[in-house]
């Protein structure tokens, strides 16, 4: 199996690894996600009915009110929250939506991740180091 390691500026500790779940559409927090689920419910998302938990969501950033942090914060305490994130463009929404969420995340990656990973490849995210190591699937 290929193995990509890319470089970034960790933002959230911690390390954690799963399937990821990528997009090239920002995500809303206040209105285009169920808590309860981790599903996407903005009807015009590419993710529509596709839910981030217990996935590395790979994503532009946020989009949306201020809102977005409770409603991941509330995501999180369900325990429908991303197992880490990985993202291009820091906001005030994501910087405090991550910060609720508790889970490892990296930015400034040295190549886009949304480029370099795909739907379904295992990415290890250490946001101590800022590492990512993708495990490409078959």
Known sequence: ???II???RGVIGGVSEGEALVTS???SGWGGINCATGEVTEARHELFKKSFAGKVL???GAKGSSGWSIHFHYCRLLGTAPLAVLYNVTTAKIA???VVMKV???TDLERDPIEV???GDWVKVDGD???VEITKKK
Request: aromatic share 4%.
């Open 25 to 27: 559409q920002a995500i």
């Open 117 to 119: 990973i795909e739907t």
């Open 58 to 60: 790979v994503f532009p």
């Open 96 to 98: 405090s939506g991550l």
């Open 104 to 106: 490892p995340a990296v």
């Open 1 to 3: 199996m290929e193995k």
């Open 129 to 131: 180091k800022g590492i």
């Open 6 to 8: 890319i470089k970034g």
